[in-house]
């Protein structure tokens, strides 16, 4: 019962500071440098990682799918394979996933820490929102940010099954059939339905991820707790809302 | 890393991120962003099968345009064609959807139509006619298996039996099993003929075996070859004769054909009946010399006279001859 009674103060506390950072929005153009940061953490840094990620997903399910379907003849259609999965699946969730574990897990680790150490009480005592100047910004860059990681895992996932498609001995599609076969059965909207996924899911994850490190309470052994929490909590929410975005935008 | 360092980072980050959504924009749906160029025509159909938005429409072959939309039209289903700019469609030309592949890879070709005719203008209806699908096909197919299992099913059955009824092979052992002597019989018998054949006994042995009669009978065609070319000379030397008559020329054609000759040859054959019947009847002197005997003994008398006559001449030399003469004629 407690951990039910837990779980609704998790929803209606993220839900209030969602509120109270949106009332704070005509504030961000002044927060520039604090949006230019958290984009450059969220985006810039996490670039690497993920393309290394969607190259080898993309190689991977190009691989698998060409063993599968090389048995009934449908090899040739691997592209289009990729590319949907990549696109509609594979690549939002991953870059939320990557975000979760990457993104999430520092920002709840720094809020939690000056929370521990009454940073951000003091911020209060001063009479500065911490949505104001911790949280609007951090949501404000994973917005920007979060499509362009989600394009550039869908590309680069598309590369990488086109390498394997080509290389792999019982594949072997040339480069332009994978990409044709792939534009042919692929349309932009499924792309921006990805996006839209992705945008989701980022926006989510550091809300949450803020939430939890604005809520921790205790000494520094609940900063790894509260980190801890923030990405399971975010890793669950991916895939529950995976399922009712995935629904909502068929 | 200083602030100016980070936001230029992030806004080439970003940049790129837009550049690289426009490229996958353009690339999967053809830049619908802006007024799509060329002209639009309405093909009409019983059903679009897996025809969809953004599939090809080809000309000869060739790619001259996109499905543009594909939409529900009262009692049929329309696919609005995108046509490139420049390219001419003829009036008379005729789209149908046409299957690239096995699964669901179709598009719209259109045959040129003929070269006199007016280009379609933009916006109206091309011909269309109905293409069987694989759904179809494999219809037909299906439906020829089972004509096919049923004719050999019945084969099968008339072949080796229902069980109740022997079949054609059960009734050829059986007869085979019971004339076995009279087969082996038979055989015995083809065996000696051939080996016959084979020695060049008998006529038929001679005529395998001996290069004589080979010569011979092809000496015998020869003639029969030169008989029928006689023969052959023979029947136009026939048609040419058959010729002449029938134009009247010769006595025969006047025969034939010349009614003047005809009343002649009548009268002819009607005198030669007359005299006929008066011989008949013993008039004149012919009919009497045939009817009447004392003619005949009256010149038997006088030859023999004559005879003896003769015979005196000899005798007497010719001086007297012409007394002897007269006295033994009178």
Redesign the interface.
Known sequence: MKAIITVFEGFGSTLQLLVQAASHLGSLPRQR?RF??Q??LI??TT?PIVAILSFFIGSVLALQAGYSMQNFG?KQ?IGSLVGLSMARELGPVMVAILLAGRVGSAITAELASMKVYQEVDALVTMNIPPARILVLPRLAAVL??V???A??A??VGWFGGAIVAKNVAFISIEPEAYFSVL??Y???Q??LNG?IKAETFGFVVVLVCCNIGLNTRGGPREIGAAVTRAVVASLILILVLDYFVTKALM | MN?LH??A??GL??L???A??WV??E???GGKLFRPEGYALVAGFESLKELK???EVRMAGVKIGVIEKTRLAGRRAEAVLRIDAGTKIASDATASIIMAGL?G?NYVGLDLGSATAAPLAPGSEIRTKVTPDINAIMTELSALGQKLEGALGTFGTSVNGDGKNPGLFQKLDQMVTTNSVRIDATMANLQAITGKLNRGEGTLGKLINDPTLHDELVAAVGEIQSTATQAKSFVADAQGILAQVKSGKGALGALVYDEAAAQDLKAAVANLRAVSDKLAKGEGTLGKLLHDDTLFTSAQSTLRKADRALDGMGDSGPISAVGIVATSLF
Do not use: H, N
Request: net charge negative.
């Open positions: 440098a230019i940061e984009c450059y985006g810039y670039l449908a259609f920007v940010m499509p362009v990681l394009i550039i869908d590309l534009r042919r692929m349309k932009f499924d792309v996006l | 602030q980070q936001t980072r992030v980050f970003f790129l991120g837009l690289l959504t996958t924009f690339t999967l749906s938005e953004g599939d699964i890879t």
